[in-house]
């Protein structure tokens, strides 16, 4: 990723010192970047669709007699925010590196027969660019730990500095899921990530949670099934390949008559388990995730927005700390 000239004009830069110079962008990091962004193109997968049972014997199933809860179920989730779109400039060039100095958290909550509990939580703040020579940035409100991220040619700068993110966000996770489970009495629970499992399908008794569905992986004959789930049922478990491999089925919770594909979300769980062991998940994502499901009129992402999920998401965002604060830190910063 070449860098590029450094900006002038509104943005704040900061006087010569040791280590690294960089600026502050002016562009408001809520509308996004400043940056074009490329879109990821469409990921080919290939499709097992006779784990559990024959493709010409698919029908919509029941959990089944036998299958309870699991005596607690943990949430995990993360979330992230950009702080600040930043500049680093590269010594002795004149020229500078796009950056974003970011906030993120990662949580879990633990539901079962006594309610639920935040049990575990870590916020973090770092600064994502590609310039090997960056520092920490430290700021009254906070130390922006520097991060190096990966520079190709192929790769939009925005998108890398987001996928280094997203990448760094994914390990306070796992490490935040495994310190909650450290602190449980049973090894009878089960782990749900709202997303997709990738990065973390070596956790135990785990799910990935998908809310949105951006691709057709079912051939037409069997992705006709979906819409005709019922609440509370589910496709066959199938085995999808793509870059990894992951067992995953659909299931339509609790919701109003509407859409086709209304209320249906996609589980996923570690193609190391055996197809039998993948469909013992398939049924007890049923008995557990339905019973979270939410409704219309408390949320708009109902029925998929889960309830332990939003309250999650909604306690780590209050942990994030006050944006203009960190945004005016970090102009301070820069003028040192």
């Known amino acids: 990723m070449a860098a590029q000239p450094a900006p002038s004009g509104d943005a704040t830069a900061a006087p010569s010192r040791p280590g690294m110079r960089f600026s502050v962008d002016p562009w408001d990091p809520s509308y996004g970047s ?13 499709v097992v669709a006779d784990v559990e049972i024959p493709a010409d014997r698919w029908r919509p199933l029941d959990p089944g007699p036998g299958v309870t809860p699991p005596p607690a179920t943990l ?58 020579h960056a520092v920490d940035v430290v700021t009254p409100a906070g130390t922006y730990e520097a991060s190096l991220a990966d520079a190709r040619r192929d790769v939009a700068p925005a998108q890398a500095l987001s996928v280094a993110l997203q990448a760094r966000l994914r390990e306070v996770e796992i490490a935040t899921a495994v310190a909650a489970r450290s ?23 785990a799910l990935g949670y998908i809310k949105s569905h951006r691709s057709e992986y079912l051939p037409a004959p069997l992705n006709g099934l979906v819409a005709a789930l019922g609440a509370g049922q589910r496709t066959p478990v ?84 006050d944006a203009v604060v960190l945004y005016r830190a970090l102009r301070r910063a820069a003028h040192r």
């Not at 400043?34 to 290939?46: F, I, N, P, V, W």
């Not at 499992?197 to 070596?202: E, I, N, P, S, T």
């Open 238 to 321: 199938f085995l999808l390949g793509s870059s990894w491999d992951r067992y995953t089925w659909y299931l339509r919770l609790p919701c109003d008559p509407g859409a086709p594909w209304a209320g249906v979300v996609r589980l996923e769980c570690s193609a190391t388990l055996t197809g039998a062991a993948a469909a013992d998940m398939a049924r007890l994502s049923q008995v557990t995730l339905c019973r979270y499901a939410s409704e219309g009129y408390k949320d708009a992402r109902a029925p998929q927005n889960l309830y332990p999920i939003a309250g999650l998401e909604r306690q780590l965002r209050r942990r994030l700390g």
């Open 183 to 205: 602190g449980l009495s049973t090894s009878d629970d089960l782990l749900v990530v709202d997303g997709p499992l990738r990065g973390r399908q070596h956790l135990p008794r």
């Open 34 to 46: 400043s940056l074009d962004a490329e879109d990821l193109g469409e990921s080919t997968a290939r």
């Open 75 to 132: 949430f995990v989730d993360g979330v992230r925010r950009i702080d600040a779109q930043v500049w680093v400039e590269e010594p002795g060039t004149g020229a500078a590196s796009p950056a974003l100095c970011a906030s993120y958290a990662a949580g879990v909550v633990c539901c079962g027969p006594e309610g639920a509990d935040l049990v575990a939580h870590d916020v973090r703040r770092g600064l994502f660019t590609t310039a090997a």
